[in-house]
């Protein structure tokens, strides 16, 4: 198993160019995740899907989009690169949580480090 | 707002017990206390969680006051290799969404 892989892992960007992070998880996990973790501080959550075909808004979704079209792959889409999306981007994902107790840790992928200058 | 207060930094020496405090006075019935670490910007790692009974598994003990307002981690015997940014999160177990705060830097020391 390798887990959670992502791709790039470093990547410098243009203001207003566009890009997409790429996310795979080989766990057959229902849930994904899409976090950012700025110099110094705790992540954020960006977007997140609990399964194929659905997606939720996070904590600071503005500037980013997401699509889940398989059970394995959860793309970051950044439409207009700012130097605010400076950043390192965490992919993380979980099996279904079944009820009160029970807990499914997330397994998170080793990051992307992206600039925008 | 914060769920969980935790102090910023701690050092604790090689070998010793790491006792790492976490504040969260405005707890719900139905929330957890979960703690990840955060290696040097490697991707958080899952430790620990609990509801109110403490908790052990091989990597640390949990332990919950009655009142669930505050809770310890304890690192019974800290390596070098736990040096890192411990972060105490308080959720319901339902949606498994992680609020992360700023954590503890913790330094262990040779």
């Known amino acids: 198993n390798a887990g959670v892989t992502q791709t790039p892992k470093f990547r410098i960007l243009k203001i207003g160019q566009s890009m997409t992070l790429q996310c795979t998880q080989d766990?057959?996990?229902?849930?994904m995740y899409w976090y950012r973790q700025d110099p110094g501080m705790g992540l954020k959550l960006i977007y997140y899907?609990?399964?194929?075909?659905?997606?939720d808004k996070g904590e600071v979704p503005n500037g980013y989009n997401v699509s889940r079209s398989t059970t394995e792959d959860f793309p970051l889409r950044l439409e207009l690169a700012a130097p605010s999306q400076t950043s390192v981007y965490f992919c993380?994902?979980?099996?279904?949580?079944?009820?009160?107790?029970?807990?499914?840790?997330?397994?998170f992928g080793p990051g992307t480090r992206l600039t925008v200058l | 707002d914060a769920k969980t207060t935790q102090p910023t930094s701690m050092d604790c020496a090689e070998g010793r017990a790491a006792n790492l405090p976490c504040n969260h006075s405005t707890i719900s019935g139905n929330e957890y206390v979960y703690w990840y670490r955060q290696i040097h910007s490697q991707g958080p790692q899952y430790i620990i969680h609990g509801l109110k009974n403490n908790e052990t598994n091989e990597m640390a003990s949990l332990i919950i006051t009655e009142d669930r307002k505050s809770s310890t981690l304890i690192l019974p015997h800290a390596t070098l290799r736990d040096t890192a940014v411990y972060y105490c999160i308080v959720e319901k177990a339902a949606g498994n969404k992680l609020t992360f705060g700023g954590g503890t830097r913790v330094l262990v020391k040779p």
């Open positions: 993380a994902s979980s099996s279904f949580s079944t009820g009160r107790g029970t807990y499914n840790e997330q397994f």
């Open positions: 899907s609990v399964g194929a075909g659905i997606t």
């Open positions: 766990m057959n996990h229902n849930y």
